[in-house]
T-cell receptor, first 114, second 114 residues
């Protein structure tokens, strides 16, 4: 199943709180899981990415947790700030023949209240 | 180093009109992509070019054509615009085809078809 299910669709968090966005997948061939951040009026930009051989990757306040057995991965934003207000997309990549493909979640709109 | 640039930023078309969206990257990337982004639909791949001289269909190619003019430039053409093509169009590039690495996105073209 070439699909990535992202939840929630929208999220409101207070400044200083933890934002958590989840993605679930079915295809065990997925071998790359990036998260992109998109501000209004801008193109998406890579935030952080993980491969399935590790269970967690942290970059500053942003952490990806990966659960291979549950086929789930999540983005945690610690100490959320108003500047983190954006849309976040998870994606999953896999090798398809001689090519590679990438499929995207539908996005989560995050609002961090001051 | 401008990254990925797109022109125009905004465009209004009447049904049946044609137009070409331009994209250029200055990162010497081999692969380029065109996506459309619609509310609630996430990012959908229209066409991609693995390398100069090659193009392939993505998941929503109908109604579009592309040209990989050279290594830097990848254009998207709407031959006969339809209201269903109202969307935000993003061009992206990466060093190699959808490898486990970053895609760099342009700022987008907002298209309204009346």
């Amino acid at each position: 199943q070439q699909q990535v299910k992202q939840s929630p669709q929208s999220l409101i968090v207070q400044k200083g709180g933890i934002s958590i966005i989840n993605c679930a997948y079915e295809n065990t061939a997925f071998d790359y899981f990036p998260w992109y951040q998109q501000f209004p009026g801008k193109g998406p930009a890579l935030l952080i990415a993980i491969r399935p051989d590790v269970s967690e990757k942290k970059e500053g306040r942003f952490t990806i947790s990966f659960n291979k057995s549950a086929k789930q991965f999540s983005l945690h934003i610690m100490d959320s700030q108003p500047g983190d207000s954006a849309t976040y997309f998870c994606a999953a990549g896999w090798k398809a023949g001689n090519n590679r493909k990438l499929i995207w979640g539908l996005g989560t709109s995050l609002a961090v209240n001051p | 180093n401008a990254g990925v640039t797109q022109t125009p930023k905004f465009q209004v078309l009447k049904t049946g009109q044609s137009m070409t969206l331009q994209c250029a990257q200055d990162m010497n990337h081999n692969s380029m992509y065109w996506y459309r982004q619609d509310p609630g639909m996430g990012l959908r791949l229209i066409y991609y070019s693995a390398s100069e001289g090659t193009t392939d269909k993505g998941e929503v190619p109908n109604g579009y054509n592309v040209s990989r003019l050279n290594k830097r430039e990848f254009s998207l053409r709407l031959e006969s615009a339809a209201p269903s093509q109202t969307s935000v169009y993003f061009c992206a590039s990466s060093e190699v085809l959808l490898a486990r690495e970053t895609q760099y996105f342009g700022p987008g073209t907002r298209l309204l078809v009346l």
